[in-house]
Every structure is written in structure tokens, then in C-alpha cells.
């Protein structure tokens, strides 16, 4: 008991160095959206996910009795800034084990060794003062958000589509006012407090959520749904995608040849491009928690680095995704599933099951019911996991392959198996 006493105070220490580091304000009052972004500035610096719900129940948002994982410490230790947990708790444990083995000598009479260990004993509280220092240095300030309007509207359909912002802080004394497009904070830019419009635009479609931060708090957010007009093909870039026009619905299915990459120039041999395939609308309320998507893909390419026909099929949805990845068989390693709060990669996780030949047309159908997913491969059912949490309504549907690779038909359905998008591509 002791011992976990003393893991729940490091741990509690952790999170502390970690809520400075962030400088986000009070964590009793981050949103779901916060621990995302913690998620997300984790994963980019340590490169092992941690889901949003694996974080929100170490900061008690989420009540869970069991101790955190020892990859789920690590990781956190890391991204303050240390090798892993154990290095954590080593440059902490010398002032208690120090202090624990000049003890017994209370009973001496020498004053060196009682100022000796006055000073090992005050190390702890001044430890604890600085940490309250630091909490009240970043405390959060006061900031009235019922004095804040915050909204936009997109220009038009399909991408890439400039969105319009409307806001206003001017009854607010601050000057450090800035907006940002979704979770990504490299997608944030300072505004003036003196103007009430800002535009930006967005390149890829989807559901994201957009953000007006005050002094670096979050006073107001809202979505922006950015859609396609039909299917949209594009080859991904750094920042902005290569959009590919000519049609590219053929012969009943949805395909971009290599040939056709080649001759533009757009498949790198070196270094694999990747195609995607987007259709993003209102579908209704279709629910992340109760549907059905029936398709079938095939890649096109397996040339130098897209030997492994690494390919996805992804339901974007308005607070999260399902993306199911494939591959060849001996690849599965290199895998990536992400299923709501649920991250599993394939170097920790058996993604076994995901290795096929894709040369040949694969048949896929994924079904969630009471927010139980189930991925059927030709009919085989060959994953099952039940989504802890609710990713909001179907926003999309998005393809991606190595190199180049076809479609030869999709279908969505509702809880109640009724079809409410379908395309067999025959134009």
C-alpha cells in the first residue's frame, strides 16, 4: 500500500511538471478537446499514442481504478523531458531515500547532523512551493467568455475552400487574441482585437473544430465542416494537396491509374506518394455508435517504397475517426488502426489479421452496433472491439493507398440498415 502511495504522489508530480509544461490553466477545467491535443503533442513528440481517454482517466475525468500501464508512464515521462518513467522517479527518489536513511540519526547530538537533515527535509516543501508557485504564476486568467462571439461560414463547396470567422473581443482588455483552424496548433494565427474578421483556408475536407483563444485560453469554439462537391482524389502534400481533376470514376470503378501519376509527375518512386479518395457531406445522423460501410479497394502499385501496399479505410466523424489499415502479410508491423479513443500500432499491438493480398479486390465491411465494431474481411469476420466512447455523427468517408490504388464500391447504412449513400461509380 505504501508503495502505491508513493507512485500515486510521483505520478501526481508528473502530471503537475506536464500541466506547467502545457500552460493550458486549471486541468479540472480542460475539455475533451484538450486532452485531444495533449494526445496528439505526445504522440508527435514520443511517437506512442495515448489515447484521450487513457489521459482523461489519469487526470481523473474518467473514473478507472487500475494503475497506468508502465508504456503509458514512460511515455508521459518522456514528454517532460526525461529518457523514461524510471528516470522520472530516480530524479526524484534521492530526497526521500536520502532522507529516510538519516533518520535513524535523529537520536545523535551532533548539530551538523540535524542542519544536515533540517536541509533534507526542507528540500521536499520547497519542492511543493515551487510547484504552487509555478500553478499560481499559470494560473488561468478571468476571462468573461459571454463577452466573445466567435463564428464562420465557408465560402463555398468543395476544396480548397476559404472559411470566413467572425468575432468579436473588444469588450475584453487583451491583446493576445488568436484563432485556430482544428487541433493541429500549428494551424493557429494571431488576430487583431481591434478587427472582427479573419480568413483562412482550409485544404483538406473534414469535421474539425476551430478555436478563439484569449491569452491562450479557449473562450470560444465551434465546428467548421469543410465538404467535397462528390468525390475528390488528391495526392497529399506538406501543406497543400496536389487536387487531381480529370475524371475519375472508370469502367464502374474509382481509380487513378499509375500510368496517369507517372506521366504528371506525381508518383515518386523514392519515396511512395499517397492517393486518397475523399467524399465528405451531410449524410444525416448517421452515428458513429450504430452503422454499417460496405466497400471494396484493391491497390494499384507495390513498386520500391510501396511494396508493402499500405492502405486505409477511413469513417470521419464529427469528434474522431475509424480508420482500419492494410497491407501485405509480411508488412502488418508497420500497421496503424485508430478506432475512436482506441490507438493500436502495429508494432505493439497483433494487426495480423490486416495483412491480405490487395493486388486482388479486397471486400471489407465494417459494422458498429451499441458502439461494437466489427471489421469483416470477404465475409470473415477477423476484428472486434467495443469504442468506449462516442465519435459523433458519420461526417466522411476517406480512402488512402501507397502509390495508387481503386475503389469498386461503397455503401453506408444506418442502425436501421437502410442505405443512405451508396455509389457503384457507373456514371
Same mark, same amino acid.
Given at each position: 500500500m505504501e508503495a502505491t502511495n508513493k507512485e500515486t504522489t510521483q505520478i501526481e508530480l508528473l502530471k503537475q511538471i506536464i500541466e506547467n509544461e502545457v500552460a493550458w490553466g486549471n486541468s479540472q477545467?480542460?475539455?475533451?478537446?484538450?486532452?485531444?491535443?495533449l494526445s496528439e503533442r505526445i504522440w508527435q513528440k514520443t511517437q506512442t499514442k495515448l489515447s484521450a481517454t487513457t489521459l482523461k482517466r489519469l487526470w481523473g475525468k474518467v473514473s478507472y481504478q487500475s494503475q497506468p500501464t508502465t508504456n503509458t508512464l514512460n511515455a508521459l515521462a518522456q514528454f517532460a523531458g526525461y529518457e523514461h518513467w524510471r528516470d522520472f522517479v530516480g530524479s526524484q527518489s534521492y530526497v526521500s531515500?536520502?532522507?529516510?536513511?538519516?533518520?535513524?540519526k535523529l537520536k545523535a547530538t551532533s548539530p551538523t547532523i540535524s542542519k544536515k537533515l533540517a536541509i533534507l527535509l526542507l528540500i521536499p516543501i520547497l519542492v511543493l512551493l515551487l510547484l504552487g508557485f509555478n500553478r499560481w504564476v499559470n494560473r488561468p486568467l478571468e476571462i468573461d467568455a459571454s463577452k466573445v462571439t466567435f463564428s464562420s461560414e465557408p465560402v463555398t463547396k468543395g476544396l480548397p475552400n476559404t472559411v470566413i470567422f467572425h468575432y468579436d473581443v473588444s469588450q475584453l482588455p487583451f491583446d493576445n487574441i488568436e484563432i485556430q483552424q482544428s487541433w493541429d496548433t500549428r494551424?493557429?494565427?494571431?488576430?487583431?482585437?481591434?478587427?472582427?474578421?479573419?480568413?483562412?483556408?482550409?485544404?483538406?475536407?473534414?469535421?474539425?473544430?476551430?478555436? &478563439?483563444?484569449?491569452? =491562450?485560453? +479557449?473562450v470560444q469554439e465551434h465546428d467548421v465542416?469543410?465538404?467535397? @462537391? %462528390?468525390? !475528390?482524389? &488528391?495526392?497529399?502534400? =506538406?501543406? +497543400?494537396?496536389?487536387?487531381?481533376?480529370?475524371?475519375?470514376?472508370? @469502367? %464502374?470503378? !474509382?481509380?487513378?491509374?499509375?500510368?496517369?501519376?507517372?506521366?504528371?509527375?506525381l508518383l515518386n518512386q523514392e519515396e511512395a506518394s499517397h492517393l486518397a479518395y475523399y467524399n465528405v457531406q451531410d449524410f444525416?445522423?448517421?452515428?458513429?455508435?450504430?452503422?454499417?460501410?460496405?466497400?471494396?479497394?484493391?491497390?494499384d502499385y507495390n513498386l520500391r517504397e510501396a511494396v508493402c501496399q499500405?492502405?486505409?479505410?477511413?469513417?470521419?466523424?464529427?469528434?474522431?475517426?475509424?480508420?482500419?489499415?492494410?497491407?501485405?502479410?509480411?508488412?502488418?508491423?508497420?500497421?496503424?488502426?485508430?478506432?475512436?479513443?482506441?490507438?493500436l500500432d502495429g508494432q505493439a499491438a497483433d494487426l495480423s489479421a490486416f495483412g491480405c493480398d490487395l493486388s486482388e479486390w479486397q471486400h471489407i465491411r465494417l459494422t458498429v452496433e451499441q458502439q461494437q465494431l466489427s471489421v469483416y474481411r470477404n465475409e470473415q469476420l477477423i476484428f472486434q472491439t467495443t469504442l468506449e466512447e462516442d465519435a459523433g455523427k458519420v461526417a466522411g468517408i476517406r480512402y488512402r493507398f501507397q502509390g495508387a490504388g481503386s475503389i469498386d464500391y461503397v455503401r453506408l447504412l444506418d442502425e436501421n440498415q437502410s442505405v443512405v449513400f451508396q455509389d457503384d461509380f457507373s456514371n
Open positions: 477545467e480542460w475539455t475533451h478537446q484538450d486532452f485531444e491535443q531515500s536520502t532522507t529516510e536513511q538519516e533518520l535513524p494551424l493557429r494565427r494571431a488576430v487583431s482585437n481591434q478587427d472582427s474578421v479573419f480568413t483562412t483556408t482550409y485544404y483538406y475536407p473534414g469535421y474539425f473544430r476551430a478555436k &478563439l483563444l484569449v491569452e =491562450e485560453q +479557449i465542416y469543410v465538404t467535397t @462537391d %462528390g468525390w !475528390l482524389a &488528391l495526392i497529399g502534400g =506538406e501543406t +497543400i494537396p496536389h487536387y487531381l481533376t480529370d475524371d475519375i470514376k472508370q @469502367d %464502374g470503378i !474509382l481509380s487513378v491509374s499509375p500510368e496517369y501519376l507517372q506521366r504528371e509527375n444525416g445522423e448517421v452515428s458513429s455508435a450504430n452503422f454499417t460501410l460496405e466497400t471494396a479497394i484493391k491497390s499500405e492502405s486505409q479505410v477511413s469513417v470521419l466523424c464529427a469528434k474522431g475517426r475509424i480508420a482500419i489499415p492494410w497491407s501485405v502479410p509480411g508488412c502488418v508491423g508497420k500497421l496503424y488502426l485508430a478506432a475512436s479513443e482506441q490507438f
